[in-house]
C-alpha cells in the first residue's frame, strides 16, 4: 500500500469489505482506527479536557473508541452524541464506553473537540443548526480534531455540503480521501496526518509526493542533460520567466526563441531572433531539443498562430501553455501531440474542455483521456493527470502563488524536468512539487521572479 494513495468512499468501502471477506473482524478494524487517532490526539493534546462528538454511524464508533482509550491514560473526555448508534461495530463501541453520553445540541464547549459525527457516509448537508453547533464548538476550542473528514465535506468532490468549520488536525483513516486535497474542502481540514489501517488499498490516485531527483552523470554535458527550446512571442517578460526557470530546473541548455529582440535575461540562456516563419522552422529543425514550450507571452494573432503550428509540427517533446491552449481551444489547430504536457488554469481547462463533470480529479482525468496528454490542473489544488489513469494532487500550495507569471514559471519548470527526464508525467510531477516547494521558501508577497531564486534550494532538498 502506498501512503499517497487517494480513495474515493466507495473505493474504501471495497477495500474494507474485502478486508472483511478475507475474516478480518469488523470491530477491530475500528478499535485499530480509533487506538490511531487517540494515539495521535494523545501525543498532540495531551491532559486537556476533550469533548467527542459521535454521529450515528461507524464515524461516531470511532469517536467512542476514541473516547474511551484516551480516558483510559486520564484525559478527562466527555462525549455527546446526535442520535443512538446504527450499525453494530458503533454500537459496541458505544457499549464499551461506560461514561454518560450528553446531546450534542446542548453539551457545553471544552478545550479540545474531536468531530466524530460523519465520515465517508455523509449523504447530505448536515442540517443547519447541527453544522452552527459543530462550527461553534470547534471555533471555541483550543484545539479541533476531525476523524476522517471534517463533517460536512463531500468525500468524493471536495465541495462543502452545509457550513464546515476549519479544523486544526484531520486525521485521515486509511487512505486520503479526494476532500482532503482539493478544495474548498482542503482548506477545512487543517494539517492532515494519515492513520494506518493495514489493509491494502490501491488506487491510482496519489498525493504529490516529494520527487527524489538526481546530480547530472559525471559523463553530462549540456546536451545530455537536456536542451529547452521556449518560443516566445509579443510578451517577453513571460517567456523570459519561463526560460529562466526551464535554465535553473537542470536542464543543460535554454534557448529562447523570440520575435523581440534582446531582453536582458541570463546570460546562460541564448536568445534566438525568430520573427519569420523560416528562421522559427529551421532553430526547430534541431534533434538535440528534449523539450518544447511554447505558450507564455505567445500572443493570439495569425503570428501567433503560425508558430504554435511550427511548434506543432516539429515532433518534439512538448509543454503547451497559456495562450497556446487558447489558441488550441478554437477550431482547425493541429491535434495535441500525445504525450505533450498541457499546464491549464481554470479558465484556459474550461475553454480546453468544456463544462465536464465530477471532481477536479476526475474532470483531469477526462481531460487527460480525451486528448491523451499529461493535464496539470492548475489552482490552489494542482491536480496531474495522465491520459493511463494515473493521478497526482498537489496539496498546501501557498496562496501568495496567485500572482502574475507564475504560471509561466512552472510552464518552464515542467519543460525543464521534460528534458531531462524524457517522461512527461514524471517532469509534471516535479515540476508542481518544485514550483510549491519554491513559493514556500519565499518569503509573503513574493512576485514570480523570487521563484526563480528560490528553485536551487528546492532541487538541493530533492537531491
Ligand atoms: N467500514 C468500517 O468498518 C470502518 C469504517 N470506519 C469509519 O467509518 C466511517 C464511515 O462510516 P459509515 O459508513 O457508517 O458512515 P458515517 O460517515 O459514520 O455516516 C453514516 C450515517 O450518517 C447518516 N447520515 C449521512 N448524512 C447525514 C446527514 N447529513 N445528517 C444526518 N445523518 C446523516 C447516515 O444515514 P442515512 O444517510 O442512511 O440517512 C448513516 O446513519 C469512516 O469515515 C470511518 O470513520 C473506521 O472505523 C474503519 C472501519
Ligand atoms: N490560490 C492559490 N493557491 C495556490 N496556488 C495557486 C493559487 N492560485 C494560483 N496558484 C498557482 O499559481 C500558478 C498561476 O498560474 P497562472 O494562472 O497560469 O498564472 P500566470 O498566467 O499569471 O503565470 C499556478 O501554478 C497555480 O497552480
Ligand atoms: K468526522
Known amino acids: 500500500m502506498s501512503h499517497a494513495s487517494v480513495?474515493?468512499?466507495?473505493?474504501?468501502?471495497?477495500?474494507?469489505?474485502?478486508?472483511?471477506?478475507?475474516?478480518?473482524?469488523?470491530?477491530?478494524?475500528?478499535?485499530?482506527?480509533?487506538?490511531?487517532?487517540?494515539?495521535?490526539?494523545?501525543?498532540?493534546?495531551?491532559?486537556?479536557?476533550?469533548?467527542?462528538?459521535?454521529?450515528?454511524?461507524?464515524?461516531?464508533?470511532?469517536?467512542?473508541?476514541?473516547?474511551?482509550?484516551?480516558?483510559?491514560?486520564?484525559?478527562?473526555?466527555?462525549?455527546?452524541?446526535?442520535?443512538?448508534?446504527?450499525?453494530d461495530s458503533a454500537r459496541r463501541a458505544r457499549a464499551a464506553w461506560d461514561g454518560p453520553v450528553e446531546d450534542v445540541m446542548t453539551t457545553a464547549p471544552a478545550t479540545q473537540v474531536v468531530d466524530a459525527l460523519f465520515g465517508i457516509g455523509l449523504s447530505r448537508g448536515l442540517d443547519g443548526a447541527v453544522a452552527q453547533r459543530l462550527g461553534a464548538l470547534v471555533e471555541s476550542a483550543v484545539a479541533s480534531y476531525a476523524v476522517d473528514l471534517p463533517s460536512g465535506v463531500g468525500t468524493d468532490c471536495g465541495t462543502l455540503l452545509s457550513d464546515v468549520p476549519r479544523f486544526g488536525v484531520t486525521i485521515a483513516l486509511g487512505a486520503w480521501k479526494p476532500a482532503h486535497l482539493l478544495q474548498p474542502a482542503a482548506e477545512r481540514c487543517g494539517r492532515l496526518v494519515l492513520a494506518p489501517l493495514h489493509i491494502p488499498l490501491a488506487s491510482q490516485v496519489e498525493r504529490l509526493v516529494a520527487p527524489g531527483l538526481t546530480v547530472p552523470a559525471v559523463t553530462a554535458h549540456k546536451y545530455s542533460r537536456g536542451l529547452v527550446a521556449v518560443i516566445g512571442g509579443g510578451m517577453a517578460g513571460?517567456?523570459?520567466?519561463?526560460s529562466e526557470a526551464a535554465a535553473r530546473s537542470g536542464a543543460g541548455a535554454v534557448r529562447r526563441l523570440a520575435v523581440d529582440?534582446?531582453?536582458?535575461?541570463?546570460?546562460?540562456?541564448?536568445?534566438?531572433?525568430?520573427?519569420?516563419?523560416?528562421?522559427?522552422?529551421?532553430?526547430?529543425d534541431d534533434q538535440r531539443i528534449a523539450a518544447l514550450l511554447v505558450g507564455p507571452g505567445l500572443g493570439l494573432g495569425a503570428d501567433a498562430r503560425a508558430r504554435l503550428e511550427a511548434a506543432l509540427e516539429s515532433g518534439h517533446p512538448m509543454v503547451i501553455d497559456a495562450d497556446a491552449l487558447t489558441l488550441l481551444a478554437e477550431e482547425h489547430m493541429p491535434s495535441i501531440p500525445s504525450g505533450a504536457i498541457l499546464t491549464p488554469h481554470e479558465g484556459e481547462?474550461?475553454?480546453?474542455?468544456?463544462?465536464?463533470?465530477?471532481?477536479?480529479?476526475?474532470?483531469?482525468?477526462?481531460?487527460?483521456?480525451?486528448?491523451?496528454?499529461?493535464?496539470?490542473?492548475?489552482?490552489?489544488?494542482?491536480?496531474?493527470?495522465?491520459?493511463?489513469?494515473?493521478?497526482?494532487?498537489?496539496?498546501?500550495?501557498?496562496?501568495?502563488?496567485?500572482?502574475?507569471?507564475?504560471?509561466?514559471?512552472?510552464?518552464?519548470?515542467?519543460?525543464?524536468?521534460?528534458?531531462?527526464?524524457?517522461?512527461?508525467?514524471?517532469?509534471?510531477?516535479?515540476?508542481?512539487?518544485?514550483?510549491g516547494d519554491a513559493a514556500r521558501r519565499c518569503r509573503p508577497a513574493f512576485v514570480a521572479d523570487d521563484l526563480l531564486d528560490a528553485l536551487p534550494a528546492a532541487i538541493a532538498a530533492r537531491l
Not at 238 to 242: E, P, V
Request: some cysteine.
Open 349 to 435: 481547462f474550461g475553454r480546453m474542455f468544456g463544462q465536464l463533470s465530477g471532481s477536479k480529479i476526475d474532470r483531469a482525468r477526462a481531460a487527460a483521456n480525451r486528448s491523451g496528454a499529461i493535464i496539470v490542473y492548475k489552482g490552489a489544488d494542482s491536480v496531474v493527470a495522465a491520459p493511463d489513469g494515473r493521478v497526482a494532487v498537489a496539496v498546501g500550495a501557498s496562496s501568495w502563488l496567485s500572482t502574475a507569471g507564475t504560471g509561466d514559471v512552472l510552464a518552464g519548470l515542467a519543460a525543464g524536468r521534460l528534458a531531462v527526464t524524457g517522461d512527461p508525467f514524471r517532469a509534471a510531477c516535479q515540476a508542481v512539487w518544485l514550483h
Open 7 to 87: 480513495l474515493k468512499a466507495a473505493q474504501m468501502r471495497a477495500a474494507e469489505q474485502a478486508a472483511f471477506d478475507r475474516g478480518v473482524d469488523p470491530y477491530a478494524l475500528m478499535e485499530c482506527a480509533g487506538k490511531a487517532v487517540a494515539q495521535i490526539i494523545w501525543r498532540a493534546g495531551h491532559r486537556r479536557d476533550l469533548l467527542v462528538l459521535c454521529g450515528p454511524g461507524n464515524n461516531g464508533g470511532d469517536g467512542f473508541v476514541v473516547a474511551r482509550l484516551l480516558r483510559e491514560r486520564g484525559v478527562p473526555v466527555r462525549v455527546a452524541a446526535l442520535s443512538e448508534s446504527g450499525t
Open 238 to 242: 513571460a517567456s523570459l520567466l519561463a
Open 261 to 284: 529582440g534582446p531582453a536582458g535575461g541570463l546570460h546562460a540562456i541564448i536568445d534566438r531572433h525568430v520573427a519569420q516563419p523560416e528562421a522559427l522552422a529551421s532553430e526547430l
